[in-house]
């Protein structure tokens, strides 16, 4: 593993079915984020966690949760999925958290792509 | 409300230079990021600007103007794997970070 793993690369869901997509990263870093990116629009940061043991919620949480239960995993749960979730996921950390008065420059994952019928 | 805007697409010639401007309004101002992404692939960090003036950084240039609320990014010698979304973010008095929609950047030879 070298930076940030997204599982799966990609996935078509049907809607009212759970989906958990997957984040782990080898950099140590502290804090990490998800994002949705649609067309159009700018990345929409769904949660984030500054440390580990700690959520915070982002621009769009509904019907999203995470956890945060060691450094390095991340996962993103989606309990009963509708097709508005459709969107490519990605995962993103950093060295410092969202507080950081500084370049808090992100590494991000591959993306996962969803797609909910 | 917050708002980071940016042309949605342009075009340049392999060898030439072209500037990305991206103006923004957002609840304070404590830096503004500029990002790569190649289609299908996730965004890279290309430079950071928290004071007003020019950073250059080999081929790349960005600039800040904070009392205009504006920044460019300048690419010179364009090459064809230059071709890609170029994304602007802004992080507010909050830190968090706001992103424009990001310009489309397509390379001709």
């Known amino acids: 593993i070298a930076g940030i793993t997204q599982a799966p690369t990609s996935q078509i869901l049907a809607a009212g079915r759970r989906m958990t997509l997957r984040c782990t990263q080898d950099?140590?870093?502290?804090?990490m984020y998800w994002y949705r990116q649609d067309l159009g629009l700018g990345l929409r940061l769904i949660h984030y966690s500054n440390t580990a043991g700690t959520t915070g919620k982002g621009e769009v949480p509904d019907g999203y949760s995470v956890s945060r239960a060691n450094t390095d995993d991340f996962p993103l749960t989606l309990a009963s999925a509708v097709p508005s979730q459709t969107s490519v996921y990605f995962c993103a950390s950093s060295d410092s958290g969202q507080s950081y008065s500084g370049a808090n420059v992100l590494t991000f994952g591959a993306g996962s792509r969803l797609t909910v019928l | 409300g917050q708002n980071i805007d940016q042309p949605t697409e342009m075009t340049a010639t392999e060898g030439a230079i072209v500037q990305i401007n991206c103006t923004y309004q957002t609840s304070g101002f404590n830096g503004l990021f500029w990002y790569q992404q190649h289609a299908g692939e996730a965004p890279t960090f290309l430079s950071y600007?928290?004071l007003d003036g020019l950073e250059e950084k080999g081929r790349f240039s960005s600039f800040l103007s904070r009392s205009k609320g504006y920044s460019y990014l300048l690419l010179k010698e364009l090459q064809m794997k230059d071709s890609a979304s170029y994304l602007c973010?802004?992080?507010?008095?909050?830190?968090?970070?706001?992103w424009g929609a990001g310009t489309k950047l397509i390379i001709k030879p």
């Open positions: 950099m140590r870093h502290n804090a």
């Open positions: 973010a802004v992080q507010d008095s909050n830190y968090q970070l706001i």
């Open positions: 600007n928290v």
